[in-house]
């Protein structure tokens, strides 16, 4: 096989979802290597040093020839890269093989979640490009959410991953919480002004969050649109008919206590300071501006003919 890159460099973090992450290193590097000439595998020991690696590679302190980048881990790891690659302006492709719980945005490149099988999937993609949220001053690549998703990732953090599943989009998922915490908001959509009381609100760019999908059919990572969805807390039974796909047009229709408003720029603001989760990770506080940033970085990806192959 000829390698398509000269120069590769591995970032991974030693407390990943991998239960050996030297072994699966290894294991990773094996196929890594049939595509690129030279692998560099970079340590990431605390938060904030992959961003300080792009900052390296960007000003060629690191190397003078790296031209693609790839991540082992989970979607907080993702997440620091992303914000690496966007805040550094690095014009460089990345490859992402999942390392976590849910590697949401994996299953949006058509990637098995078994690190392995994506480390050999992997070497059959091909780059396209995706589009990128701006929240205030960080990126994120799948979604925005503040209410009830919050609430389950602190849950998550104490240890406690069985109160909310996997985010289900089931009935499940909001009679877990049965006493969700209300907040008043205020929205800007493209300039259109709105205001009421909700338990959740989610701004996606990808169809995955929770190892789920989303059930709007044309939601896609690559159409220059936001998707907000504002929930109802008072209507418990807005899950019941998930398995319905709906598309843009008749979601409204459709869907009791969700409602979706698609959007390239969204301003939030609530009664309250409320913790704000990006891709996984709670990063920010209410308020939030949140851009679309249409086609702004390239992802290896697995296209549907060889993913089904």
């Known amino acids: 096989m000829t390698q398509k890159y000269n120069h590769g460099v591995l970032f991974y973090h030693e407390h990943s979802g991998i239960k050996n992450i030297y072994e699966g290193l290894g294991e990773v590097a094996k196929s890594l290597t049939t595509i690129c000439k030279h692998l560099s595998i970079q340590l990431s020991e605390e938060e904030g040093n992959i961003i300080t690696f792009c900052k390296s590679i960007k ?17 907080g790891s993702v997440n620091e890269l992303i914000n690496g690659v966007m805040q550094h302006d ?17 299953k949006t490149l058509n990637l098995n979640n078994d690190f392995r099988i994506a480390s050999q999937q992997i070497t059959k993609t091909e780059l396209k490009s995706y ?24 849950n998550v953090q104490d240890g406690n991953k069985d109160l ?9 998922t909001m009679k877990t919480l049965v006493d969700p915490v209300k907040f008043k908001y ?3 959509v493209d300039g259109k002004e709105l205001s009421d009381e909700s338990s959740m609100i989610l701004v996606a760019n990808g169809p995955f969050i929770g190892g789920n999908r989303i059930p709007l059919t044309d939601l896609a990572p690559d159409d220059g649109y936001l998707n907000t969805f504002i929930f109802d807390d008072q209507k418990f039974n807005i899950f019941t008919d998930v398995f319905k796909q709906r598309d843009s047009l008749n979601w409204n229709n459709m869907t009791k206590g969700i409602t979706h408003l698609p959007a390239k720029e969204i301003t939030i603001e609530t009664d309250k300071t ?36």
């Open 59 to 75: 000003s060629q302190q690191y190397s003078d020839d790296v031209d693609i980048i790839f991540i082992l881990g989970g979607d």
């Open 90 to 106: 690095l014009n460089i492709p990345i490859g992402i093989i999942p390392g976590g719980t849910f590697n949401d945005f994996t």
């Open 131 to 154: 589009d990128v949220m701006k929240v205030n001053d960080r990126y994120a690549l799948n979604f925005v959410g503040l209410g009830l998703i919050v609430q389950n990732a602190l």
């Open 164 to 172: 909310f599943g996997k985010l289900s989009y089931v009935s499940s």
């Open 186 to 188: 205020k929205l800007k």
């Open 274 to 309: 409320h913790k704000v989760d990006i891709d996984g990770e709670i990063a920010l506080t209410t308020p939030l501006n949140i851009q679309i940033l249409p086609q702004a970085i390239k992802i290896l990806t697995l296209i549907e003919e060889s993913a089904n192959n």
